[in-house]
């Protein structure tokens, strides 16, 4: 049913991350399909990479050692922004569009009061995409 | 962690895990991890990520100066006038001299070799366009400030120096002219006034926040340092920049950016209150200041949570295409010619006025080097943090040549031409007669000036509407870095923090406005500016240093 699952990943917030990456994994290998681990860095050094190519071979090493072992290759693409707070949602459709995904699989939090001045990424994504996203919650 | 300090950052190029920045660049080899003193938490569901002793030290001590100025404004506009008058009578020579050598580096760096350093690595390509970075930097370093000065600056200068010398019964001088002045010779009052203003305006401006900027890049985009203030201090002290000497250098970042940008809100806040009342005959007064700076703090607010390219970019660029168009305006409109050849008659007399007026010794002219020289390089160097960070956050990619030429050589010619286009025409309306703007209150000089010129109703509007914008960018601009000083280095901290950062800024401007108006603020940016002047010159020996041990591009 679904031939390339994207999956967006903050390298700097791994621990929030386990749920959503399994739920991914899993589905990767119920319909054999494809993972592309989508990642955004900044130019400037940053808790987990000091460098944006830093970023990238890290990302490219996760990769690797979380997707499932289903016969297809998994991938892993950096965005570069300038201001990843404000941009991470455009991006992630950006993303969307250039991976060719066909479901998307993020974490995001409990909605909450903020949530009507600063819309969570996720609720953003699933809101302005033509592709099918699975929101999983902490 | 190894505390001994390190004065040659040894670099080692196959640092694990690590790979060179695009192409070759010289990473220090640190295990600070970025972030690593930071305390994260979700109070409300709120979240934040700060540096706990930079921003907890920083918000209360502004905390306790704002209520301090608040509650007793007669006595910290005192205080403050004390430290500024402390420091123009003192440390005036300090602070000329070390414009000088900042001046004089920058020029060097062009032409040396080191200029074909790359900023982020040899290879590294531009995160912005040349337009896009231009318009940043620019409405980031000095937008309101022309606007306010444009016009009254040149006339002071003019009508001080016509004025000629004056002396007290003391022997010193009470005459506020430059140098020696030009009693009753107008043509010599006016290349003097100009070459005064230019001096102001020009190249040392540009080099404070050049030298901010240059060193701030190298140490986060090459050497591989969170984009914060300590980070230029690790030639000097090593990984002890990670404890509390570093802690203190950012909080002094952080005071000398909200005083100098609070100024610069207030002058703001006060020329577009002017402009209203000018043109719509609304009331100026307190009152309609707070309401100002509140309404564009909410602006600016949006802004933020718009981010650097949806707001602060746009943004800019609207108001370089204004400020553009209103520089054309003048220039047809006013005496086209005399501005054509004052351009460069000014340029002439600026460069031949230039050894004395930046000379730090045997000063006789003191009311002009310590109330306007002295008062001007304090309050860009107040500024130099926010400018400077916010300059190194859109630059990597460009050389250290293309750099130096984008932030000091184009900026202080545009500085040359807006003077010279302002100052002509407002020192050609005295010298025809009209003493409207001579008379008025400096934020009304403008809009006096353009009155006499044709359609004032649409001009005087785009005059306001510009000073609101850039009041916006620098209060964008300004949240982001503080934000990020007080983050540790990160950029990419949760968007409530910045918004908090932004309301600070516009309740210290309403607080300093309450406790004492433009001089308070004024004397606060001057005060936060001598301490940040030995930053600068870290900042000095750090470039030079990190550059020194950086690959050549092609």
């Known amino acids: ?138 | 962690m190894d505390n001994k300090p390190d004065n040659s950052p040894d670099t080692h190029e196959e640092s694990v895990g690590v790979p060179a920045p695009e192409g070759a660049a010289n990473l220090i080899d640190t295990d600070y991890k970025i972030g690593q003193d930071n305390y994260q938490a979700a109070p409300l569901g709120v979240n934040i990520d700060i540096h706990g002793a930079v921003f907890a030290f920083s918000s209360l001590v502004i905390l306790a100066f704002v209520i301090l100025s608040l509650a007793l404004p007669d006595q910290s506009t005192a205080w403050f006038e004390g430290a500024k008058n402390w420091i123009n009578n003192n440390m005036t020579w300090f602070i000329l001299l070390a414009a000088n050598i900042f001046v004089v580096l920058c020029l060097v760096l062009i032409v040396t070799p080191l200029g074909k350093v790359r900023i982020g690595g040899a290879n590294a390509k531009p995160d912005f366009s040349y337009l896009g970075w231009f318009s940043m930097l620019f409405a980031a370093g000095m937008g309101i400030g022309l606007m306010f000065y444009g016009v009254s600056e040149p006339m002071s200068h003019y009508g001080t120096a016509m004025g000629g010398i004056s002396v007290g019964e003391d022997g010193a001088r009470t005459d506020w002219a430059p140098l020696g002045g030009a009693e009753g010779d107008q043509s010599a009052a006016m290349s003097l006034g100009m070459a005064a203003t230019i001096f102001h305006w020009g190249l040392h401006p540009w080099a404070i926040y050049a030298i901010v900027a240059l060193s701030l890049a190298i140490f986060a985009y090459n050497k591989g340092l969170p984009l914060t203030v300590r980070s230029i201090f690790y030639p000097l002290l090593g990984e002890r920049i990670w404890g509390w000497p570093g802690h203190i250098i950012d909080i002094l970042a952080v005071f000398a950016t909200l005083f100098g940008l609070a100024t610069s809100l207030g002058i703001g806040a006060q020329q577009a209150s002017a402009g209203l009342t000018y043109l719509f005959d609304i009331p100026g007064g307190t009152t309609t200041l707070v309401l100002l700076i509140a309404a564009i703090t909410a602006v600016a607010v949006v802004s933020i949570v718009a981010g650097v390219d949806k707001g602060v970019k746009r943004l800019s660029e609207i108001n370089m295409v204004l400020a553009f168009l209103l520089l054309m305006f003048v220039i047809f409109v006013g005496p086209t010619l005399l501005i054509a050849t004052g351009f460069f008659k000014n340029l002439g007399s600026y460069f031949a006025e230039l050894p004395f007026l930046s000379n730090p010794f045997g000063r006789e002219d003191a009311n002009f080097s310590q109330g306007w020289t002295t008062f001007y390089w304090a309050w860009w160097i107040s500024w130099s943090p926010f400018v400077g960070m916010f300059i190194a956050r859109v630059s990597r990619g460009r050389s250290v040549r293309e750099f130096l030429t984008a932030v000091l050589l184009v900026p202080s010619t545009i500085s040359v031409l807006w003077m010279t286009a302002f100052g002509t025409t407002a020192i050609q309306q005295v010298q025809n007669g009209f003493e409207g703007a001579s008379n008025a209150d400096l934020p009304v000089k403008l809009f006096e000036v353009l009155s006499q010129l044709p359609l004032t109703e649409i001009t005087s509007f785009i005059a306001i509407f510009l000073v609101i914008v850039f009041f916006v960018t620098s209060s964008d601009s300004g949240s982001l870095v503080i934000d990020t000083i007080t983050a540790g280095g990160k950029v990419d901290a949760p968007k409530p923090q910045r918004v908090f950062w932004g309301v600070i800024e516009g309740a210290i401007a309403i607080a300093l406005l309450i406790g004492g108006g433009l001089a308070a603020l004024q004397s606060a940016a001057v005060a936060a500016g001598l301490p940040f002047t030995l930053v600068l010159l870290v900042g000095c020996y750090a470039i030079v240093k990190g550059l020194m041990s950086e690959p050549r591009a092609k």
């Not at chain 1, 998307?104 to 994504?125: C, E, Q, R």
Request: glycine content about 2%.
């Open chain 1, 1 to 138: 049913m679904y031939k390339k699952i994207m999956v967006p990943v903050d390298l700097a917030h791994l621990e929030a991350l386990e749920k959503p990456l399994t739920v991914a994994a899993d589905m990767a290998k119920h319909y054999h399909a494809a993972l592309c681990y989508v990642g955004v860095t900044t130019s400037q050094p940053s808790s987990v990479a000091r460098t944006p190519e830093e970023y990238e071979q890290k990302l490219k090493a996760f990769a690797h050692e979380h997707a499932p072992d289903n016969g297809q290759e998994p991938s892993a693409r950096v965005y570069n922004s300038h201001d990843p707070v404000t941009d991470l949602d455009d991006i992630l459709l950006k993303a969307i569009e250039e991976v060719e995904a066909d479901l998307v699989v993020m974490g995001t939090h409990l909605p909450h009061h903020i949530d009507a001045i600063m819309p969570a990424n996720g609720s953003k994504v699933a809101a302005h995409s033509n592709v099918s996203v699975f929101l999983v919650r902490p």
